[in-house]
T-cell receptor, first 110, second 114 residues
Framework: DAKTTQPPSMDCAEGRAANLPCNHS???????VYWYRQIHSQGPQYIIH???NNETNEMASLIITEDRKSSTLILPHATLRDTAVYYC???????????FGAGTRLTVKP | DAGITQSPRHKVTETGTPVTLRCHQT?????MYWYRQDPGHGLRLIHY???????DKGEVSDGYSVSRSKTEDFLLTLESATSSQTSVYFC?????????????FGSGTQLSVL
C-alpha cells in the first residue's frame, strides 16, 4: 500500500494561508490522493482529492508535484474553525479501504 | 452533507452484552463501511458491504458481525461486548470502489463497554 508521511502538528495564524505537506513516495500511477479533516470527535470530512493535476474547490487547493511523490493542501485563508486533524490518504487501487494515518493537527491561532 | 445517520450516538453497556449499531443512508450508495477510531490507531476498517447481503471483513473484524438486508441500512453487531471494543465507531458510504470515489462519513457512535 502507498503510505503517507505528514508532520504531526502545525500552527497557522488566522487569516493566513495554511500549507499542509504530505509525502507519498510509493504512490502508483492510478492512485488518488485524498484529504480529509476531523474536527474534534466528529466524523472525517472530505476536503479534496486529485490524481496528478492541481485541484481547487470551495474549501481548499491541492497541489501535487509532477513526480506525484508529494502534495500540499492549501487552506487559503485559515479561520479558527479550520483547527482540526488533517489526513492525507492515498486510495489504493482495488482496495475497499481508505487508510487513515495519524494526520497533522493544525491549530489556527488568533 | 451526505445523508448518513448513525444510531445511537452514545451507548454505555456492560461486558458480555450484545450491542447493535445502526447506519442508515439516504444516498442509495452501494458501498457501506464500519470503522473504529482509537487513540494511537487512527481509523481502522472493521467490515464493509458492497451490496445487499454482500459483506466482507476489514482489518479488525474479530468480535464483530455485520448485516445488510436493505441498501440503506448497515448494522454492526458486537455479539458479546468486551472492554477492548470501547471506541468511537464511524459509518461511511461510497458509490463505488473506484480510487476516484470519495467516502462520506457519519457523525459517529461513542460506545463504552464497562
Amino acid at each position: 500500500d502507498a503510505k503517507t508521511t505528514q508532520p504531526p502538528s502545525m500552527d497557522c495564524a488566522e487569516g493566513r494561508a495554511a500549507n499542509l505537506p504530505c509525502n507519498h513516495s510509493t504512490i502508483s500511477g492510478n492512485e488518488y490522493v485524498y484529504w480529509y479533516r476531523q474536527i474534534h470527535s466528529q466524523g472525517p470530512q472530505y476536503i479534496i482529492h486529485g490524481l496528478k493535476n492541481n485541484e481547487t474547490n470551495e474549501m481548499a487547493s491541492l497541489i501535487i508535484t509532477e513526480d506525484r511523490k508529494s502534495s500540499t493542501l492549501i487552506l487559503p485563508h485559515a479561520t479558527l474553525r479550520d483547527t482540526a486533524v488533517y489526513y492525507c490518504i492515498v486510495r489504493v487501487a482495488d482496495n475497499n479501504d481508505m487508510r487513515f494515518g495519524a494526520g497533522t493537527r493544525l491549530t489556527v491561532k488568533p | 452533507d451526505a445523508g448518513i445517520t448513525q444510531s445511537p450516538r452514545h451507548k454505555v453497556t456492560e461486558t458480555g452484552t450484545p450491542v447493535t449499531l445502526r447506519c442508515h443512508q439516504t444516498e442509495n450508495h452501494r458501498y457501506m463501511y464500519w470503522y473504529r477510531q482509537d487513540p494511537g490507531h487512527g481509523l481502522r476498517l472493521i467490515h464493509y458491504s458492497y451490496g445487499v447481503k454482500d459483506t466482507d471483513k476489514g482489518e479488525v473484524s474479530d468480535g464483530y458481525s455485520v448485516s445488510r438486508s436493505k441498501t440503506e441500512d448497515f448494522l454492526l453487531t458486537l455479539e458479546s461486548a468486551t472492554s477492548s471494543q470501547t471506541s468511537v465507531y464511524f459509518c461511511a458510504i461510497s458509490e463505488s470502489r473506484s480510487t476516484n470515489e470519495k467516502l462520506f462519513f457519519g457523525s459517529g457512535t461513542q460506545l463504552s463497554v464497562l
